[in-house]
């Protein structure tokens, strides 16, 4: 799920609080999350993509139209078209990924779990992801939800950011301290 590591700003948390509400009256918390992660994967996996949600040149309409065609292809819900066209009829596209990451965490925080973004050297293995997982349930002392991101500039360790503590396990910071 994720998306970046920057902090969330209040434009992206009030339309991520809208959605969630909506969201959550519609029961369909679920599907709109994971069409939201699918939203998230295509953004990464696209710099076309990424540079028409961020750039300025293109108008609202042409967003709009852009978003309509990316919703019918990927099969998204009614209610993330809808917030997608919105996001770009205001000119706020390019808020998405932010939006993204503080509606998953508003929905773990609902299902009683805690969220974490994950900055690895290299991608985990599925026992890593298993082992990491334990570990952050024994922090925290609930499930917590967490995105893996890849920065190969780490050289090696974790950078670990859930609420407003920091682990950094990086070979780059060790380095850097020497």
Known sequence: MAQSAAPISTVAARYAGSLFDLA???KSLAA???DLQA???MIKGSADLSRAIASPVFSAS???NAVGAIAKKA???GLVENFLR???KNRRLSSVPQMITAFGNLAAASRGEASAEVTSAHALSAAQTKELA???KSVAGKDVS???AVDPSLLGGLIVKMGSRQIDTSLRTKLSSL
């Open 24 to 26: 959550v009256q519609a």
């Open 75 to 77: 099969k998204l819900s």
């Open 134 to 136: 334990a570990t952050l």
């Open 39 to 41: 939203v998230g994967v």
């Open 86 to 88: 919105l996001a770009a």
């Open 62 to 64: 042409e967003q709009q």
């Open 146 to 148: 967490f995105n893996v």
């Open 32 to 34: 709109v999350e994971k």
